[in-house]
C-alpha cells in the first residue's frame, strides 16, 4: 500500500553515464514532482508535472529531463552525469496543482552517488 | 521568488523542554505553509501545515503560528522527546501555487 515508491533506492555510477529513476504514486493525484537534496540536506524543487503536463522546471541542466507516461508516474532521466549530481532525489505528488495548499507526499528517495 | 529562510540550524534541548524553530518568507501571495519532518535516511514527512487564514494551529505537542503581516511562521514542541530528533524543514507555496520552497533545515537533537 506504498503511496509513493521510487526505484532504485541506491544508485552507484560513473561519470558521464545515462541513468533514470523511477516513480510512482497510486494516491490518484494530479501532480507530480522532484525534488534534489544535496549534501548540506537543502531541499530543491527540479520540476513538477501536473496530468502529465511540464508545470515548472527549475533552472536545471538540460542534462536532466523528466518523463511522465501518465498522470501516476514521473520518472527522472539524467544523461552524462557529473560528480555534482550527488544527491538523494526525492519525487512527491499532490492532489492538485491549482489548489496551492495540497499536502506533498514524497517517495522514499533515491541516493545517487557519482564517481 | 519566493525565498524561505529558517533559524537555527541546530537546536540542542533537555528531553522535556520545548523548541522553537522560525522561519521567514518574502512573497506575500505565499498562503500554505507546511512543515517537515526528517529523520536520518529517511523521507520528509508532514507533521503540521497552516494556511493563510489561520493564525494557529496545534496538534497534541506540536503547533505552528503564523504572522502574514511579518511574514514569518514558527514551528513549537513542547514536551520534548528523544524521538523528536530530526532535521525539520518549513515551507512556503509559490506564488503561482505550483511547488514548495523549503528553508535549509533545522536538525533538532533532543538529549535524555
Known amino acids: 500500500d506504498t503511496a509513493v515508491s521510487q526505484t532504485p533506492k541506491y544508485l552507484v555510477t560513473q561519470m558521464g553515464n545515462d541513468k533514470s529513476i523511477k516513480c510512482e504514486q497510486n494516491l490518484g493525484h494530479d501532480t507530480m514532482y522532484w525534488y534534489k537534496q544535496d549534501s548540506k540536506k537543502f531541499l530543491k524543487i527540479m520540476f513538477s508535472?501536473?496530468?502529465?503536463?511540464?508545470?515548472i522546471n527549475e533552472t536545471v541542466p538540460n542534462r536532466f529531463s523528466p518523463k511522465s507516461p501518465d498522470k501516476a508516474h514521473l520518472n527522472l532521466h539524467i544523461n552524462s552525469l557529473e560528480l555534482g549530481d550527488s544527491a538523494v532525489y526525492f519525487c512527491?505528488?499532490?492532489?492538485?496543482?491549482?489548489?496551492?495548499?495540497?499536502?506533498?507526499?514524497f517517495g522514499p528517495g533515491t541516493r545517487l552517488t557519482v564517481l | 521568488g519566493e525565498n524561505v529562510e529558517q533559524h537555527p540550524s541546530t537546536l540542542s534541548v533537555q528531553e522535556g523542554d520545548s523548541a522553537v524553530i522560525k522561519c521567514t518568507y518574502s512573497d506575500s501571495a505565499s498562503n500554505y505553509f507546511p512543515w517537515y519532518k526528517q529523520e536520518l535516511g529517511k523521507r520528509p514527512q508532514l507533521i503540521i501545515d497552516?494556511?493563510?487564514?489561520?493564525g494557529e494551529k496545534k496538534d497534541q505537542r506540536i503547533a505552528v503560528t503564523l504572522n502574514k503581516t511579518a511574514k514569518h511562521f514558527s514551528l513549537h514542541i513542547t514536551e520534548t522527546q528523544p524521538e523528536d530528533s530530526a532535521v525539520y524543514f518549513c515551507?512556503?507555496?509559490?506564488?503561482?501555487?505550483?511547488?514548495?520552497?523549503f528553508g535549509k533545515g533545522t536538525t533538532l537533537s533532543v538529549s535524555s
Open positions: 512527491a505528488s499532490s492532489q492538485d496543482r491549482k489548489r496551492s495548499t495540497d499536502t506533498q507526499y
Open positions: 515551507a512556503a507555496s509559490n506564488q503561482a501555487g505550483t511547488a514548495l520552497i
Open positions: 508535472y501536473n496530468n502529465k503536463e511540464l508545470i
Open positions: 497552516i494556511r493563510s487564514n489561520v
